[in-house]
């Protein structure tokens, strides 16, 4: 019997890597697009460790210079096999002018206290200005290949790319032994995932100064899928485009299209502007249906025959619709609304009957069926945005200023760690953190308070996480991106 298991699992690993263009070495459970195999942000997983050694988990590998955030974007990373992928968009000065401060600095929500017409006067204003700023900047664009085994770099490829408003954003999707990416300059660009080549690059219908994209594509036979304004298609072996969706949905695109296998053929599901969802026919673009979800910048997600999208409000929340795979163009009619948690742009998981949604700083586990929460959690940090949730076998993962593990089973809320990662790229329990820098002890000192304010500040803060930035996880290994580089930890249990 476990002769013919082995059999079957190494028929199974050949036929993924057949899938996969035969180029790349391939294990089971990858993480090849923006939330995972299915887009549903979870993938299977053997056994996983439940806690960390008190002096903290060391990790498989630790790549550095790897910049992040304003200064490199925020995209996801992608596993393939033994192969990680991940995207920065990067600048730097080329001038000795000295730029001083910005006149017209960005503004948070809770900053932007003026009318409508004022804000989208000053709005304006940081537009032009940043664009002068810029010209003292050279920008480039960077395509990482590394080994999840070894973290050693297998690939490297660096070209020269545009300013844009704010970093371009869009995570790599690799699929027929090709990585598939959407880049300054509302350009899509194709590369062979072995050497990393450009096998194509086709510039998007469209106008361009500084707009900025952060969709990923997803892949369907040989067309290509992404949104950049409206939604294009592509033909994967040369790049030219296929169809357009509405142009009337030209705006600056976050959210990532999914694929619906019907029985009538493959449908694009997308979310566009003015929190709107529209199905396409994938083979010649036709205009299939449309539904009002109040969607913002998250990717909707498939379960069977439930299309389930989140929107940016309450009002909106989580919401589940019904899908007819023998009547693709018949509208889908709501199921259920969960209107208890919203975010602008982070995905929930779907694990089998159970929905994982994250909003503001409330976690809940809500049944597929009828939409009803089994548990719901506030969580103790800061407000997140943009950054989803992963699930892997019976845990869920959440990259948010630290790495947090929680038990998925059950029906209330069962936190396993909440880790911080330190300088060293340990993932260490916040507690035994604190004890291994004598924390209490730097406090009792003259000025002890500002030390130990700053030492955390080092230790834990400054080297956590990238927020609104999501890990990947693939054959036990949850690979995270952090401010300046990338790390990954092998969390199988031992």
């Known amino acids: 019997m476990r002769f013919v298991t082995a059999v079957l699992w190494m028929l199974g690993t050949i036929a993924l890597g057949m899938s996969l263009g035969g180029t790349l070495p391939n294990v089971a459970a990858d993480w090849p697009q923006w939330r995972g195999p299915q887009r549903t942000g979870y993938v299977d997983a ?9 002096e903290g988990l060391e990790p498989v590998w630790k790549f550095d210079s790897l910049a992040g955030g304003t200064s490199g974007g925020w995209s996801s990373p992608v596993v393939v096999g033994d192969r990680v992928f991940v995207y920065a968009h990067t600048k730097v000065k080329n001038s000795d002018a000295d730029l001083g401060e910005a006149k017209f600095p960005w503004l948070s929500p809770d900053k932007r206290t003026m009318s409508d017409a004022e804000y989208q006067e000053y709005e304006t204003k940081r537009r032009d200005e940043n664009e002068r ?34 970093t371009q954003s869009s995570t790599p999707c690799v699929a027929g032994g090709k990585v598939f990416l959407l880049t300054p300059a509302r350009t899509a660009k194709c590369y062979d995932a072995s050497t990393g080549e450009v096998l194509w690059s086709q510039p998007l219908p469209g106008k361009f100064r500084d707009e900025f994209f952060a969709s990923s594509f997803v892949v369907d036979g040989d067309t290509a899928i992404v949104c950049c304004g409206p939604v294009f298609a592509l033909s994967t072996d040369d790049g030219h485009v296929l169809w357009t969706g ?19 053929g493959s449908v694009v599901i997308a979310n566009t502007s003015g929190g709107r969802t529209q199905a396409y026919r994938a083979k010649d673009g036709s205009k299939l249906w449309e539904i009002k979800t109040g969607v913002g910048s998250s990717t909707p ?30 509208t889908p009619s709501q199921v259920w609304q969960f209107q208890r948690a919203a975010d602008s742009g982070t995905t929930p998981v779907v694990r089998g009957d159970e929905v994982f949604v994250q909003g503001e700083k409330r976690v809940a586990k809500i049944n597929l069926n009828d939409g009803k929460a089994v548990w719901q959690t506030t969580l103790r940090i800061s407000t997140p945005k943009y950054t989803s949730l992963i699930g892997a076998g019976e845990q869920l993962f959440f990259g948010w200023e630290g790495i947090l593990a929680i038990d998925a089973n059950g029906d209330k809320f069962s936190q396993l760690y909440d880790a911080e990662i330190d300088s060293r790229g340990r993932l260490i329990r916040g507690e035994d953190l604190r004890k291994l820098l004598e924390l209490d002890k730097v406090a009792s000192e003259e000025d002890g308070l500002s030390k130990s304010e700053a030492l955390w500040q080092r230790e834990a803060v400054k080297s956590g996480p990238l927020g ?18 990338l790390v990954c930890y092998d969390l199988r249990r031992q």
């Open 133 to 166: 700023r810029a010209k003292a900047y050279s920008f480039s664009q960077r395509l990482l290949c590394l080994s999840l085994s070894s973290g050693e770099v297998v690939w490297d490829k660096i070209e020269e790319t545009v300013y844009t408003r704010f």
């Open 301 to 330: 997600i498939l379960a069977g025959d439930r299309l389930l999208t989140y929107g940016s409000s309450r009002k909106s929340g989580l919401t589940a619709y019904t899908l007819d795979a023998s009547q693709i163009e018949k």
């Open 246 to 264: 509405d142009t009337d949905a030209e705006y600056q695109s976050h959210s990532s299209p999914l694929i619906w296998k019907a029985k009538q």
């Open 46 to 54: 053997g056994p996983l460790r439940t806690e960390l050694p008190t």
């Open 468 to 485: 609104c930035c999501t890990p990947a996880f693939s054959n036990g290994h949850l690979v995270v991106r952090l401010r300046d580089s």
